[in-house]
């Protein structure tokens, strides 16, 4: 049973280019989570999705950042216009579902390095 | 902002257990606690979690106190691997799951000493 893809593991960006970080959850999970790992810093929070919902973007900055967990296909977190701030590690984990008992697992992640 | 209290660090020698504690002295009764850990840079990785009840899986055992304010994760036998950051979490799920998300703090790190 394969965890939870991430690809690309490393991607590098000219600043105003576009970034888009894919997200395979665990088979059978249905739920997303995208979280952001500045450099030095703590895991933060961004977006948790259900398939073809948006349930939490409470972390998502204003502009810029969108994320989609289309009926079928990959978990697509979207940076337009990528800044040298957008650089950090980004994660995403999955779960099965919202129950409270159930873990969430994460990915190992993509190293975003703006230029 | 996490609910969560930990100490930054702390250390342990090989082999011995290492006793990872934590406050929660806000928690409410529907909220879970949950450990993860993150070795350097990787992602973060599940270790167990628990509701009132002490749980013990292959990686570790949490013990929560009677009143729930606070618990502790116990690694039995620490080895050099064991050394990362470890996350203590509370987490509370909402109509539709609103509010599921894990909210990560600042974490202890875990040295372990040859």
């Known amino acids: 049973n394969a965890g939870v893809m991430q690809n690309p593991r490393h991607l590098v960006r000219r600043r105003g280019q576009e970034a888009r970080l894919r997200c395979s959850p665990m088979k059978g999970h249905s739920h997303v989570y995208w979280y952001r790992q500045l450099p030095e810093e703590g895991l933060k929070f961004m977006v948790y999705?259900?398939?073809?919902?948006?349930?939490?973007e409470s972390g998502m900055p204003k502009e810029r950042f969108s994320a989609e967990f289309p009926k079928e296909g990959p978990s697509i977190l979207r940076i337009q216009q990528v800044v040298r701030g957008d650089s950090a590690a980004y994660f995403c984990?999955?779960?099965?579902?919202?129950?409270?008992?159930?873990?969430?697992?994460f990915g190992q992640g993509t190293r975003l390095t703006v230029v | 902002d996490a609910k969560t209290t930990q100490p930054p660090s702390m250390d342990c020698a090989e082999g011995r257990a290492a006793n990872l504690p934590c406050n929660h002295s806000?928690?409410?009764?529907?909220?879970?606690v949950y450990w993860y850990r993150q070795i350097h840079s990787q992602g973060p990785q599940y270790i167990i979690h628990g509701l009132k009840n002490n749980e013990t899986n292959e990686m570790a055992s949490l013990i929560i106190t009677e009143d729930r304010k606070s618990s502790t994760l116990i690694l039995p036998h620490a080895t050099l691997r064991d050394t990362a950051v470890y996350y203590c979490?509370?987490?509370?799920?909402?109509?539709?799951?609103?509010?599921?998300?894990?909210?990560f703090g600042k974490g202890i790190t875990l040295s372990v000493r040859p």
């Open positions: 999705l259900q398939k073809e919902n948006i349930i939490d």
């Open positions: 979490i509370v987490r509370a799920l909402g109509v539709r799951g609103a509010n599921s998300k894990l909210t």
């Open positions: 806000t928690i409410s009764g529907n909220e879970y």
């Open positions: 984990a999955s779960s099965p579902g919202a129950q409270r008992n159930t873990e969430a697992f």
